[in-house]
């Protein structure tokens, strides 16, 4: 069988190829062989890897798989063969995941529920865990707070909101293009209903618009009580790609008295200034790494308890994500490419 795998230069160029693979024969004694009906794709994050100290010459590429169990290990109380699961497999998997079968942990999956399309599943799951680790986890979300969502429209983004609003937290989002702006401005609750998620698109885009005093306008001059942000600019002389990216500081100035500041940029630097500032506000800050929960299996049942979670909002409507359509595995290389680029502005997955 094929599977798709990463190939990285002396150069630092980076190369997808799909190449020949098999699955082990003799299942462990917590083990499950799957058959893969669809994989979603994501960036492979080699300084991750590196960090860790797993060396692999070929990454594995696909993780998030969707599927149904064809034979388990004596010592699986989880699954049986026939169910259909979803799942994360782990950064050390020797298997790609848009291999036709692979075998992995039974703690690595949890059930798909029977409404849930295996596109919806596999394209869902990661997103999902990210913004239940931001709200739930790292934010500690409650009832009537303030949630500012960066980048809103990207695929974490729109689930974000989502959890945010179904928790009755007023939700504010950045829109870095018209298009975002009128895909956030769309969202519903549900099909019938004429209000919006959002209590305002922020149109970083436009010029005219600022940031800081959207926030504060729309808080009564208060703040946030939460920011999840999508990259954060450090200097004035960032690339012209971070220029859609908020300055730490406008965040920091927009941060209510006893906020949260999620951030997903890992080299994020506070100068004392800066976190004078923070404690002046008796703020806080957390790095949002969602790998965290398979690289360390302190929180196991915390970890599953959440894709569960993830699967049952997605099967009851509180989670309807944007999601393009679904691509066959000869396109698989083209797409990754675009994934690993970050060229693609909705979640991708392949079907099997």
């Keep these: 069988m094929k599977g798709l795998y990463c190939q990285k230069g002396d150069q630092g160029d980076v190369k997808f190829v799909i190449?020949?693979?098999?699955?082990?024969n003799k299942l462990?004694?917590?083990?499950?062989?799957?058959?893969?009906?669809?994989?979603?794709?994501?960036?492979?994050d080699f300084k991750l890897y590196e960090d860790l100290k797993i060396e692999i010459e070929n990454v594995p590429v696909g993780r998030e798989i969707a599927g149904v169990v064809l034979q388990v290990g004596p010592k699986v109380t989880f699954f049986q063969p026939d169910d259909e699961v979803v799942g994360i497999l782990p950064?050390?998997?020797?298997?790609?995941?848009?291999?036709?079968?692979?075998?992995?942990?039974?703690?690595?999956?949890?059930?798909?529920?029977e409404k849930v399309s295996w596109f919806e599943a596999a394209a869902v799951i990661k997103d999902g865990l990210r913004a239940f680790t931001a709200l739930h986890t790292l934010a500690r979300m409650a009832a009537g707070q303030t949630v500012l969502v960066l980048d809103g429209a990207a695929p974490f983004g729109v689930l974000a909101i989502q959890l945010a609003q179904y928790h009755g937290v007023k939700v504010l989002a950045t829109a870095s293009s018209p298009e975002?702006?009128?895909?956030?401005?769309?969202?519903?609750?549900?099909?019938?209903?004429?209000?919006?998620?959002?209590?305002?698109?922020?149109?970083v885009w436009d010029s005219k618009q600022d940031l800081v005093d959207s926030c504060l306008e729309e808080t009564g001059g208060l703040g946030v009580d939460i920011i999840i942000d999508s990259g954060v600019r450090l200097s004035e002389e960032d690339p012209e790609a971070q220029r859609y990216y908020p300055h730490k500081h406008d965040l920091l100035t927009l941060l209510s008295v006893g906020?949260?500041?999620?951030?997903?940029?890992?080299?994020?630097?506070?100068?004392?200034?800066?976190?004078?500032?923070?404690?002046?506000?008796?703020?806080?800050?957390s790095f949002l790494n969602d790998e965290v929960w398979t690289t360390s299996r302190a929180k196991q049942g915390r970890y599953?308890?959440?894709?569960?979670?993830?699967?049952?909002?997605?099967?009851?409507?509180?989670?309807?994500?944007?999601?393009?359509d679904p691509v066959p595995l000869y396109e698989a290389t083209v797409s990754m490419e675009m994934v690993q680029r970050k060229q693609a502005r909705k979640r991708i997955a392949v079907k099997l």
């Design 304 to 324: 599953l308890h959440i894709l569960k979670d993830v699967m049952d909002k997605l099967c009851t409507g509180t989670f309807r994500p944007q999601l393009g």
């Design 91 to 113: 950064l050390d998997a020797e298997q790609s995941g848009l291999c036709s079968v692979v075998v992995t942990d039974e703690y690595n999956l949890v059930q798909k529920p």
């Design 259 to 285: 906020g949260h500041w999620v951030t997903t940029e890992q080299h994020l630097q506070l100068d004392p200034p800066d976190s004078h500032i923070l404690f002046l506000k008796a703020a806080s800050l």
């Design 19 to 24: 190449q020949e693979t098999n699955a082990p």
């Design 28 to 44: 462990g004694s917590h083990q499950v062989k799957v058959q893969v009906k669809c994989c979603a794709l994501s960036p492979v």
């Design 180 to 203: 975002d702006q009128k895909l956030l401005e769309e969202l519903r609750p549900s099909v019938d209903v004429q209000e919006s998620f959002l209590a305002r698109v922020i149109r």
